[in-house]
């Protein structure tokens, strides 16, 4: 019986609400994959079909529990999904890490569809960053492209709305955070749009910050 799809009629399949698929376990300072798997729920698959470049396939599915070990995962097989912005973050697992009988089922499901190259969605993953609209403010809250802390805390104006590949671009109001790599200074710097957050009007960081903390400590008082 498949743990993806269930079959309503003999020539009727439908993918499960609970779909699982299994993905191979590599802990953060692992080498080598020693055998074991781990059953993930799905919410997303995009196939992909082009020869000529291998293992571009890829599902988006639930974090498993033993995946981070002190913060740490093995960010060479996993990416996690909006992780610092999302209240529920999710995984993305190239098809290089799905069990080889759970991605046959995928493909020649999606292949069998009137657009095979369409992403077979079962529960929709919200954008892993925020959006931004040219003219928002905001303030850095995270690293730079290059892993770079240096601007965080500063503010700074969008100067165009951002890429749906998670970068925006920042004019910061200190001039010299306006300052690439080569060391010129450029009326923007592309920043991860999940380093950012927008500035509400008329308030201080230092406010925001406070606000927040405040908020999150009333939360958990509520639960």
């Known amino acids: ?20 698929i299994r993905i191979q376990f590599l802990g953060p300072d692992d080498t080598r994959w020693n055998g074991q798997w781990r059953t993930v729920q799905l919410y997303e698959f995009h196939p992909d079909y082009d020869n000529r470049s291998k293992f571009r396939s890829y599902a988006l599915t639930s974090i498993p529990d033993d995946l981070i070990q002190n913060g740490r995962y093995h960010t060479g097989v996993y990416t996690l999904m909006g992780q610092g912005y999302l209240e529920k973050p999710y995984l993305s697992v190239r098809e290089l890490s799905i069990h080889e ?27 892993p960053f925020p959006m931004f609209t040219k003219g928002d403010r905001v303030t850095v809250v995270g690293k730079n492209s290059h892993e770079s802390e240096a601007r965080i805390g500063q503010i700074g104006t ?35 749009s999940i380093s950012l957050r927008k500035l509400e009007s008329g308030e201080h960081l230092q406010v925001i910050l406070s606000k927040r903390k405040h908020q999150r400590k009333n939360k958990r008082e509520s639960e």
């Open 158 to 192: 969008i100067a165009e709305d951002s890429s749906p590949g998670g970068m925006s671009s920042v004019t910061f109001d200190t001039e010299e955070y306006n300052r690439g790599t080569d060391g010129r200074i450029y009326p923007a710097i592309g920043m991860p």
């Open 1 to 20: 019986m498949s743990h993806i799809f269930s079959t309503d009629t003999k020539t009727t399949t439908r993918p499960r609400h609970d779909a699982t």
């Open 101 to 127: 009988a759970d991605l046959r089922e995928l493909m020649d499901y999606c292949r069998s569809q009137p657009r095979p190259a369409a992403p077979l969605v079962i529960h929709p993953c919200p954008l």
